[in-house]
């Protein structure tokens, strides 16, 4: 069987990628609404230090000029959570400090307690590293089976 495959004019990618991050922010608003990590659960959160919407105390960002992972485990306050955002208070150093990190700018999440591990890729404007799309097309060459199974070729045309 011969089968070419076209590229997707359909961001799949992007829509995964936005999917697993409201996995994360799901996570991450259960614990707040409860106010503790259930079991051995806890998470490292990896996201880009200069992503728009990234709210962090300066000295981190000179510390971690591109990427930072942060610990939720022990010692962790005010976490809250929204659609696009977490802000979650953690110490570094022994000084305490607020962090407000959107959604998009998160570049991984572990739990190892359970070993689930999502990665994201990310980039410079917050945003997920996607190509540039090309206009649709619709007459890309289907694929078809050769042995019969109940696959339908559509073949659209445009009209001229």
């Known amino acids: 069987m011969n089968q070419i495959i076209a590229d997707s004019l359909i961001p799949y990618d992007e ?8 996995v994360v922010g799901r996570v991450l608003g259960q ?3 409860t106010g503790a990590l259930p079991g051995e659960h806890h998470f490292y959160i990896t996201f880009k230090t200069q992503a728009p919407g990234v ?4 000295r981190l960002i000179e510390r971690f000029p591109d990427e930072m992972t942060i610990v939720i485990q022990h010692r962790f306050w005010d976490l809250t959570v929204d659609d696009t955002r977490f802000s979650v208070g953690l110490s570094f150093g022994g000084i305490p400090s607020t962090l407000i990190i959107p959604h998009a700018a998160i570049t991984g999440f572990h739990d190892p307690a359970v070993n689930f591990e999502l990665r994201f ?16 097309e619709n007459d890309a060459p289907i694929a078809t089976s050769e042995d ?5 070729a559509v073949d659209f045309k445009r009209k001229k």
């Open 15 to 22: 829509i995964v990628q936005e999917a697993l991050r409201a």
């Open 31 to 33: 614990v707040s609404a």
């Open 55 to 58: 709210d962090i105390p300066k």
């Open 121 to 136: 890729q990310a980039t410079e404007d917050g945003g997920i590293d996607s190509e540039p799309h090309d206009q649709p």
């Open 148 to 152: 019969g199974s109940n696959v339908v």
